[in-house]
């Protein structure tokens, strides 16, 4: 691919294609078909899932989901099992108000800004909360962000779902994923755009 060009069309679905012969299908047909949050404990452990992943790789955050999740659900603390003071203090938090915090942002007339509120949740983790709960947009982290380039994240997210029919928030997961198995190297694909971009 020259990289100082836009991501297109073909280059997209082929991505699409390596992702899920490398066995991450399911984690595309989720994004496709993913519906807004509507019960407590499903509001609860998406919300978990960001904040652990937070700042960490994914298959490290995998690991310590699996160790938190069934012990905060049995009526422990986070903090038995994550050493992170802050982070455990907000999974315990949130589990303990996820009616409630549900209701307001099922109310919300600005669910972004909502989840803005929430503790744990920042400017670019906001994006990731929102699409695990069900609305469609992009999350823009470093990956995306060296991806889109100039076009940016939005538009580079908003114009490949149009053109392959599928949702804003599965291309994102296409993109990142490809990206963290990889098949897509950001930082070659930021310095080949940065070149180009350099006068003659």
């Keep these: 691919m020259t990289i100082s060009t836009r991501i297109e069309h073909e280059h997209y679905q082929s991505l699409r294609e390596s992702v899920i012969q490398l066995g991450y ?40 989901w699996e160790k938190v999740r069934p012990v905060v659900e049995a009526g422990g603390s986070a903090s038995e099992v994550f050493g992170h003071k802050g982070k455990s203090d907000a999974i315990d938090r949130v589990f303990a108000t996820k009616e409630t915090l549900l209701a307001q942002f099922l109310q919300s007339s600005d669910r972004m800004e909502f989840l803005w509120g929430l503790p744990w949740i920042g400017e670019t983790t906001r994006w990731h909360l929102a699409k695990n709960f069900g609305l469609d947009c992009a999350k823009p982290d470093r990956h995306l962000l060296r991806i889109a380039g100039k076009e940016g994240v939005e538009q580079l997210c908003d114009r490949l779902a149009k053109e392959s029919g599928d949702r804003v928030g599965t291309v994102d997961l296409v993109l990142w994923r490809a990206s963290n198995l990889g098949l897509l190297d950001t930082m070659a694909i930021a310095r080949e755009r940065a070149a180009a971009e350099v006068p003659a």
């Design 25 to 64: 299908g399911s984690e595309i047909e989720w994004a496709q078909t993913v519906q807004l949050v509507a019960d407590p404990l499903t509001f609860w452990r998406e919300y978990s899932w960001v904040v652990i992943n937070s700042g960490m790789k994914n298959q490290v955050a995998r690991g310590i």
